[in-house]
């Protein structure tokens, strides 16, 4: 290590990717995302329809190394579909509640996963932003603090954390916006700023039933398709950078508040949401998760009466 004067390049490296911070971000981002899994397996239901595999599922063939096919030729499908419903149910619970630690986050990244083999057809890309979170998650002790794990012990002050699973997080919430974008740029319809007009106007995406747009609205919605392009695009470079980044994730808030509003999208506007949990400095954070928590602790703390003399 330095001795004195500016840090050397391998210690600015060391200390983006390997410092110490308060475990409070990862307990906060495990809340959240706990909540969200709860929601997108709640809205694969009924359970008969996209669970069952004699219901809306893909054709058994050989997939899940075969398990799918043993299941309906045996006729167990009616039973497994509530096992593993039921089962990534309390996985996702354990998760948001902080029991078990990291072996119900670990469970709950599993579950997800094979909820995809089991029967991908119900599930939209707020999954696949799920799986890349959880992912992030299970290298981090993310019940030390909002737990109602019995486990822990309450005399023992929370542990700092290496801050590498939450760079790890940042990143894949920045693949996923510019790989988005990539992807838009390559649709002429994205090039040409129709691409919202279009959405807006379709009877299976558009959340209000409109046949055509009215004209103030269509330039509206072609500076939403490219306002929405460079967005995608340039978030990695604005995130980075410290001086746009509050500016920036309002942006986004924004942007994903205002698709949750006009369209269909199911819950990936809110899991990218969460993901800005990740951006917000983790010392503010564990500061006011604090203050919030001690705050109501004393609310329900019984007072103490006053002795008189």
Same mark, same amino acid.
């Given at each position: 290590?330095?001795?004195?004067?500016?840090?050397?390049?391998v210690?600015?490296?060391h200390?983006?990717?390997?410092?110490?911070?308060?475990?409070?971000?990862?307990?906060?981002?495990?809340?959240?995302?706990?909540?969200?899994?709860?929601?997108?397996?709640?809205?694969?239901?009924?359970?008969?329809?996209?669970?069952?595999?004699?219901?809306? %599922?893909? !054709?058994?063939?050989?997939?899940?190394? +075969?398990?799918?096919?043993? =299941?309906? &030729? #045996?006729?167990? *499908?009616? $039973?497994?579909?509530?096992?593993?419903?039921?089962?990534?149910?309390? %996985?996702? !619970?354990?998760?948001?509640?902080?029991? +078990?630690?990291?072996?119900? =986050?670990? &469970? #709950?990244?599993? *579950?997800? $996963?094979?909820?995809?083999?089991?029967?991908?057809?119900?599930?939209? %890309?707020?999954?696949?932003?799920?799986?890349?979170?959880?992912f992030?998650?299970?290298?981090?002790?993310?019940?030390?603090?909002?737990?109602?794990?019995?486990?822990?012990n309450?005399?023992?002050?929370?542990?700092p954390?290496?801050?590498?699973?939450?760079?790890?997080?940042?990143?894949q919430?920045?693949?996923?916006?510019?790989?988005?974008?990539?992807?838009?740029?390559?649709?002429?319809?994205?090039?040409?700023?129709?691409?919202?007009?279009?959405?807006?106007?379709?009877?299976v995406?558009?959340?209000?039933?409109?046949?055509?747009?009215?004209?103030?609205?269509?330039?509206?919605?072609?500076?939403?398709?490219?306002?929405?392009?460079?967005?995608?695009?340039a978030?990695p470079?604005?995130?980075?950078?410290?001086?746009?980044?509050i500016?920036?994730?309002?942006?986004?808030?924004?942007?994903h508040?205002?698709?949750?509003?006009?369209l269909?999208?199911?819950?990936?506007?809110?899991?990218?949401?969460a993901?800005?949990?990740?951006?917000?400095?983790?010392?503010?954070?564990?500061?006011?998760?604090?203050?919030?928590?001690?705050?109501?602790?004393?609310?329900?703390?019984?007072?103490?009466?006053?002795?008189?003399?």
């Amino acid at each position: 290590m330095s001795t004195g004067g500016a840090a050397t390049p391998v210690e600015r490296c060391h200390r983006f990717w390997f410092r110490q911070i308060p475990p409070h971000v990862y307990a906060v981002l495990r809340i959240a995302f706990g909540v969200l899994c709860l929601l997108d397996l709640l809205g694969a239901t009924p359970i008969s329809m996209f669970w069952d595999l004699n219901g809306i %599922a893909p !054709l058994p063939g050989g997939g899940t190394w +075969g398990f799918r096919s043993w =299941v309906v &030729a #045996s006729g167990f *499908a009616p $039973v497994a579909a509530w096992v593993v419903f039921t089962g990534t149910l309390l %996985a996702y !619970l354990c998760m948001t509640l902080g029991i +078990g630690g990291q072996a119900a =986050v670990f &469970a #709950s990244l599993l *579950a997800n $996963v094979w909820q995809t083999a089991w029967n991908v057809l119900p599930l939209s %890309a707020s999954h696949q932003a799920l799986t890349a979170v959880l992912f992030s998650l299970v290298w981090a002790d993310c019940g030390q603090v909002l737990t109602v794990s019995p486990t822990r012990n309450a005399a023992t002050p929370p542990q700092p954390q290496s801050i590498a699973p939450l760079r790890v997080l940042q990143y894949q919430v920045c693949l996923i916006y510019f790989s988005s974008g990539v992807s838009k740029f390559s649709n002429e319809l994205w090039r040409d700023g129709s691409a919202i007009y279009y959405a807006m106007s379709h009877n299976v995406v558009q959340r209000f039933p409109v046949d055509v747009l009215p004209l103030p609205l269509q330039g509206v919605a072609t500076l939403t398709t490219y306002g929405t392009l460079a967005f995608e695009l340039a978030f990695p470079l604005l995130v980075a950078w410290r001086r746009t980044r509050i500016v920036t994730l309002i942006a986004g808030v924004g942007l994903h508040l205002g698709a949750w509003v006009t369209l269909e999208v199911g819950p990936f506007s809110w899991v990218m949401i969460a993901t800005y949990i990740a951006f917000l400095p983790p010392e503010r954070l564990a500061t006011l998760v604090d203050e919030v928590w001690q705050r109501k602790a004393a609310r329900y703390r019984p007072s103490t009466p006053s002795q008189g003399l």
